[in-house]
Antibody, heavy 121, light 110 residues
Framework: QVQLIQSGAEVKKPGASVKVSCKTS????????IQWVRQAPGQGLEWMGW????????DSAQKFQGRVNMSWDTSSRVAYMEMSRLQSDDTAVYYC??????????????WGQGTLVTVSS | QSVLTQPPSASGTPGQRVTMSCSGS????????VNWYQQLPGTAPKLLMY???QRPSGVPDRFSGSRSGTSASLAISGLQSEDEADYHC???????????FGGGTKLTVL
């Protein structure tokens, strides 16, 4: 079955960048999407965007445009989410998740285990 | 503030039926399907319900979902201690061009 394994926790200073990885395995089809969602401490979930590994296409929520870069390494089948100009309110657990498509009728399943990113001076 | 509105907490005793709501607007729940995710303490979210009322393989039929107008609801019957978790609703928002979530409802089994 599909599995998503994320990189370990990170501690960054304000203004720095962070790159979170999401190693994928178990896919039996192409054309899937990797979604990125974050959850600040004690808060709800917030969608950040997606990447389509097959085409290299990306889309992101307006809030993150210009600050988040999603990429894919074909040889290792790893998705990356890099966020720049970190601030304290970017402290959150960052999740990758899989979807079949970018359709508004789709769903996210499964999810990675999450990566805690702490931004502190 | 989350775009979709969920009550922050809900509770019930073992065996009871509990319902939790998710309220939105015409641009999200009023136009698109709703998915629900269960998040057990200290773990990642897991798909619980998709396309309003469809249960993924492995999810007990104690869980049911529905959508009407700009609201959706998740019901759990025969409540069990292992159902204690946070429950998040999600829908696509046509105005924001983004997936939006509720703030989550923390379910306590008394």
């Amino acid at each position: 079955q599909v599995q998503l394994i994320q990189s370990g926790a990170e501690v960054k200073k304000p203004g720095a960048s962070v790159k979170v990885s999401c190693k994928t395995s178990g896919y039996t089809y192409i054309g899937y999407y990797i979604q990125w969602v974050r959850q600040a401490p004690g808060q709800g979930l917030e969608w950040m965007g997606w990447i389509n590994p097959d085409r290299g296409a990306t889309d992101s929520a307006q809030k993150f445009q210009g600050r988040v870069n999603m990429s894919w390494d074909t040889s290792s089948r790893v998705a990356y989410m890099e966020m720049s100009r970190l601030q304290s309110d970017d402290t959150a657990v960052y999740y990758c998740a899989s979807s079949y498509s970018s359709s508004t009728a789709d769903y996210f399943d499964p999810w990675g285990q999450g990566t805690l990113v702490t931004v502190s001076s | 503030q989350s775009v979709l509105t969920q009550p922050p907490s809900a509770s019930g005793t073992p065996g009871q039926r509990v319902t939790m709501s998710c309220s939105g607007s015409n641009s999200n729940i009023g136009s698109n399907i709703v998915n629900w995710y269960q998040q057990l303490p200290g773990t990642a979210p897991k798909l619980l319900m998709y396309s309003d009322d469809q249960r993924p393989s492995g999810v007990p039929d104690r869980f049911s979902g529905s959508r009407s107008g700009t609201s959706a609801s998740l019901a759990i019957s025969g409540l069990q201690s292992e159902d204690e978790a946070d429950y998040h609703c999600a829908a696509w928002d046509d105005s924001l061009d983004a997936w939006v979530f509720g703030g989550g409802t923390k379910l306590t089994v008394l």
